[in-house]
């Protein structure tokens, strides 16, 4: 049997690492930081890791709690044009090198961040 991604990465302690990573530069970001609830920072938190973590391979602990990921759907009441797409992409970068994976693993990793980024624009 073969090893998910998710477990080729170092399952959740990776996952938890990036996302935190992640989070810590969205929280004073003032572009990015209005598009999260004042009080939910930490639940936006869970919920990406979650996501991530199903995508590659995890537990399916996103979908049983929230149901089909539906990305643009979910992102469609945020304006994201490309200025926050890109905001977004320079956090998720900073936090995808704290991680120190392996190249390969992070250009796999990085290819998909960036095509999620990119899918999720609904304004100019």
């Not at 200025?83 to 936090?95: E, I, S, V």
Request: hydrophobic share 40%; charged share 25%.
């Amino acid at each position: 049997m073969t090893e998910s991604f998710y477990e080729q990465v170092g399952g959740e302690p990776v996952f938890r690492q990036l996302v935190a990573a992640f989070y810590r530069e969205i929280a004073t970001d003032e572009l990015l930081r209005p598009m999260y609830p004042a009080e939910d920072l930490a639940g936006a938190e869970d919920r990406l890791r979650m996501f991530l973590e199903q995508y590659w391979g995890g537990p399916k602990t996103y979908q049983e709690q929230r149901g089909h990921p539906r990305l643009r759907m979910r992102h469609n009441e945020f304006k994201i044009d490309p200025a926050a797409r890109d905001r977004w992409l320079f956090h998720m970068r900073n936090a995808v090198n704290q991680l120190n994976l392996p190249p390969l693993y992070e250009a796999e990793l990085w290819a998909y961040l960036d095509r999620a980024a990119h899918s999720l624009l609904n304004s100019l």
